[in-house]
């Protein structure tokens, strides 16, 4: 059995929670000291799940799979490149069958006759298994559940964690179990405002909740909660650990991520809308790809685009001398965010191998590779209340009207004459070009924004941009010019392999740029070295010019083209060579008649004029919002790579998910239909009801956040190596829950509402490093609860140095904005934050460290932050006593000892949400230096300050009971 460790109260509970006034006197000890003695509760295995219920004697997911997991897989698991003698222990038939030996490794219900239980057991060093040199030894209790378990029959069972989730209604009893002891209101009130909003209640909160006596009141509390917008950037904090949020891309030079704290916001609104978490993994995985976007209410943009964003907030290096292997090394941190995120599958093992756990194959690992690499990065156009749509519906029907109005007034016969020149005007494309853009679609290449429209313009098409005099197209082009050169967008190829020679795009235009992107490649916007002239400016408005590439040292690569139109310019592309062009096809050639240039149309008829009423107004069109996406590039299949390594290709894998989960069926080959990359149809896996890793995973990841530990401890690996989860059938009941209705704000409230969460017998659990620094800017007074926008730049220190360093550094107190909002610079991360363990943005981090050291009580008294807030709380509090104090009516020194008495109580109510005892008030008043013996006064800013700061280092305020 795995028996569930009673929480128990720590020997030291009298030093955490004393009177903390009386020891904020001793600041010191308590800095440190405090939370030693505190974290004493923080060793227990089973926080909040009720004991086991009763099991039997053994089984397998419990006791046995985890010893052949430590002991055995190694060498006899489901990798078969290092499986040795060919036996294999994680398959029922593997073990009956054997090894090449010929014995069988078990004999169900025979354990004398079982090779496995006698090599485990050997004396013999040669025959002991494992073997003895660099392995531990299988235990005596291990060998017992062995022998009882091969008595038994010897039954596998699927993991755990895999099993199909029960049918029918979840049960409503478990969360409801007898506890000893429910803990006083004050301390429920702190720890579900903490739980859910991050932030102290406050003083009226308090007495609201205290006033409130019928048997809703805590009902009427986490409602309220809950409908807070605090409520999402608290759990949307809790999101970008998952998701290793950060805005800036790490190693030599810390490159920014531009736009990232968008897709911050993004989670923010997405928590406080409490979108249903199948549509929540649906919009990161493939937003861009959903036939309907879910929209912003309040400005109409596209949310599920948004949401992919975190696809690219992983590291980057400048440079790759390998561009395959860097895009390998991106690649694998994609996927293994996602496993771990939505699977709690550590999918990223099985990239050398197969899994030497769990049931993910190194073909699986590759089938979700080809998924990711046919996907691209952009930066998607976003219209903020449709004003650029406007425009271009108002541009289309002013283009309509001149050809009208032009055929109405007799003048049809020179538009068609003016059609016929420019049609003979004409260019053909060279035999060797590879798109001409000339047979009414983009044959293949796909169009963002707004520029390029949905089709390209047509030879003998009438234009009107910006509403000027119509004129007429002479070629077939890919032209972002057709209704306004203020419009933008961009225009990218479908993948191709990047030839032996030269890569040409002709084109005109001005203001705009063409781009080669190798292998995925995207760091050359920050730093061009080794990739110098993949980008490409394009100004020559009134000319013809060949862009070519010589990028031969890629030869074999994967690549794709971008037109970008991002300004107020525009670019016509006639024709894309992948292959030889040689002679004029090369040379520069007149294009007048661009609009908004001077041409002589008769002489040159590339844009033949024609008669048109006078031009309109040209419409002021905004820039769009630019936000990080996913977007689809061409699907296709990845090869594996044969022991990870990129420039060793095998067979190719289909695209796909890991072949245990998939809801489908399979064709013969294994391989299953996917549109484009297949990311829509992975998020479909991802939440279908069949998937009981989804529900059961994100269900962990509430109950962790209100308990500090998961019924799974290991909140990110639900596989082999993780943890058994402590109650089952209580994880399973939460899953069952949230696949039922979705909610995540309601899977909460179940949760904060239940006598398991209100339990008194529960470990000390000390705020995380966003909700301490968050509660010291709060009680201070004075925390912004603006919410959104750009990033408040990190402050940087002295030691703060290297390269990548910002030039300029950001406010000490964070301009007392939330913590979520504070800057995530991976080189130039917060040191208070650091040190109270908040992650480093690598991977997925579902449940943080939480460490006791020396630094954390020398940040708390020394740390210009910290010190900076007790003066402002201390400030405050001054002013308070000595305003209280000049209108009292009574005796001068009766009056100052009684303002400054309910000073002490006021700061006690707010640090504390309770009444403070008048044995700290005693003590309080005493540390300020007002003596009973002399006649007092008001104490002075300094010594409020110094009690402030006593308060914030003290125990009670730094922990939650």
């Not at 790759?320 to 709690?344: H, M, S, W, Y």
């Not at 049931?359 to 590759?366: E, F, G, L, M």
């Not at 998910?657 to 391989?671: E, N, Q």
């Not at 209280?884 to 109510?909: E, H, I």
Request: net charge negative; with cysteine; proline share 6%.
């Amino acid at each position: 059995m795995n028996p569930v460790a009673t929480p128990r109260r720590s020997g030291s509970i009298s030093l955490v929670m004393a009177p903390p006034l009386l020891l904020a006197l001793r600041a010191a000890a308590v800095a440190v000291g405090g939370s030693a003695a505190a974290m004493g509760a923080w060793g227990d295995v089973g926080t909040l799940a009720p004991a086991l219920r009763s099991a039997p004697a053994v089984d397998f997911t419990r006791d046995i799979a985890p010893v052949l997991a430590a002991r055995c897989f190694q060498c006899h698991g489901p990798d078969a490149s290092s499986r040795k003698s060919g036996l294999r222990l994680d398959t029922r038939d593997g073990a009956l069958k054997g090894g090449k030996s010929g014995s069988a490794a078990i004999v169900p219900g025979k354990p004398e006759e079982s090779e496995l239980l006698a090599r485990v057991m050997s004396t013999d060093a040669d025959e002991r298994m494992p073997p003895v040199e660099g392995h531990v030894a299988v235990t005596a209790a291990e060998i017992d559940a062995l022998h009882a378990w091969i008595t038994a029959g010897a039954p596998y069972a699927k993991h755990w964690s895999w099993e199909a989730l029960p049918d029918g209604e979840a049960r409503t009893d478990l969360l409801h179990m007898d506890v000893a002891a429910s803990t006083d209101h004050h301390s429920w009130l702190r720890r579900v405002h903490f739980d859910i909003v991050g932030l102290p209640p406050s003083p009226d909160d308090v007495r609201t909740f205290d006033a409130d006596h019928s048997p809703a009141a805590r009902e009427r509390v986490v409602d309220t909660l809950l409908a807070s917008p605090r409520y999402g950037e608290r759990w949307g904090r809790h999101w970008m650990d998952v998701m290793r949020y950060a805005e800036t891309l790490g190693h030599e030079f810390d490159y920014s991520v531009d736009e990232a704290w968008r897709w911050r916001d993004w989670v923010i609104r997405a928590f406080n809308t409490d979108v249903p978490y199948a549509q929540f993994v649906r919009e990161q995985i493939a937003g861009d790809l959903l036939s309907t976007p879910r929209l912003n209410p309040a400005d109409g943009t596209n949310e599920s685009v948004t949401a992919t964003g975190w696809w690219w907030m992983t590291q980057g290096t400048h440079a790759p001398v390998d561009v395959r292997l860097d895009q390998a090394e991106r690649v694998d941190n994609q996927i293994d965010v996602a496993t771990k995120a939505f699977l709690g599958t550590t999918a990223s093992c099985a990239r050398c191998h197969d899994h030497k756990f769990d049931d993910v194959s190194q073909r699986d690992y590759y089938a979700l590779f080809g998924i990711v690499k046919s996907s691209r990065r952009a930066y998607a156009y976003q219209d903020p209340h449709g004003i650029i749509g406007l425009a271009v519906k108002t541009l289309r029907m002013g283009t309509e009207a001149a050809g009208t109005i032009a055929r109405a007034g007799g003048s049809n016969a020179e538009w068609e004459r003016a059609a016929a020149q420019a049609k003979a005007a004409a260019k053909p494309a060279p035999v060797g070009a590879t798109w001409t853009f000339d047979r009414g679609t983009f044959d293949g290449w796909t169009a963002s924004g707004w520029a390029f429209g949905e089709t390209p313009v047509n030879c003998g098409d009438r234009i009107a941009p910006d509403g000027h005099a119509p004129v007429t197209v002479a070629g077939g082009w890919a032209f972002s010019g057709a209704l306004s050169d203020k419009l933008q967008g961009t225009l990218r190829s479908p993948t191709f392999t990047v030839p032996e020679i030269g890569i040409g795009v002709r084109c005109a235009g001005s203001k705009c740029r063409l781009r080669l992107v190798i292998d995925g490649y995207y760091l050359d916007d920050h730093n061009a070295l080794l990739f110098e002239s993949f980008t490409q400016a394009v100004d020559h408005p009134n000319e013809w010019r060949t862009h070519a590439w010589d990028a031969k040292r890629y030869a074999g690569e994967q690549a794709y083209i971008e037109v970008i139109d991002d300004g107020d310019g525009c670019i016509a592309v006639d024709w894309v060579s992948l292959g030889m062009v040689t002679g004029k096809d090369l040379e520069p050639a007149p294009f007048e008649g661009a609009p908004g240039t001077t041409s002589n149309t008769d002489a040159n008829p590339t844009l033949a004029a024609g008669t048109a009423p006078a031009p309109t107004p040209v419409l002021d069109i905004p820039d769009p919002m630019r936000v990080l996406a996913m977007e689809d590039g061409t699907g296709m299949d990845s090869p594996l790579y044969v022991r990870g390594v990129a420039r060793n290709a095998g067979d190719t894998v289909p695209r796909g998910m890991i072949t245990a989960l998939r809801s489908d069926k399979p064709g013969a080959d294994g391989s299953v239909t996917v549109t484009g990359s297949g990311r829509l149809q992975l998020a479909d896996e991802l939440v279908s009801r069949r998937n009981p890793l989804t529900w059961r995973v994100m269900a962990n990841r509430v109950w962790h956040h209100l308990t500090s530990r998961g019924i799974v401890p290991s909140t990110d690996d639900f596989g082999v190596l993780g943890q058994a989860p402590a109650d089952k059938a209580l994880l399973d009941e939460l899953a069952m829950r949230l696949r039922a209705h979705g909610s995540v704000k309601e899977l909460i409230r179940q949760i904060v509402l239940s006598s398991a969460y209100a339990a008194a017998d529960r470990p000390l659990r000390r705020l995380d490093a966003e909700t301490l620094r968050d509660a010291m800017i709060s009680v201070a007074g004075g925390l912004d609860l603006t919410m959104g926008g750009p990033s408040i730049p990190v402050h940087l220190t002295d030691a703060m140095q290297g390269r990548g360093r910002p030039g300029n550094s950001g406010p000490l107190d964070g301009a007392r904005r939330r913590s979520v909002y504070q800057e995530v610079r991976r080189n130039f991360l917060n040191p208070f934050m650091l040190v109270f363990d908040e992650p480093i943005p690598t991977t997925t981090v579902g449940a943080r460290s939480v460490s006791n050291v020396p630094a954390q009580g020398l940040a708390l008294m020394n740390d210009p932050f910290v010190r900076g807030q007790a003066e402002r709380w201390g400030a405050a509090m001054a002013a308070r006593a000595a305003g209280a104090c000049a209108l009292s009516s009574g005796f001068p020194d009766t009056a100052a000892r009684t303002a400054t008495q309910d000073t002490v109580r006021a700061m006690c109510m707010t640090a504390y949400a309770r009444p403070a005892t008048e044995h700290e008030v005693m003590n309080a008043v005493a540390f300020l230096g007002v003596s009973p013996d002399a006649a007092p006064t008001v104490p002075d800013a300094n010594a409020w300050s110094d009690l402030a700061h006593a308060i914030l280092l003290s125990a009670e305020f730094r922990f939650l009971r």
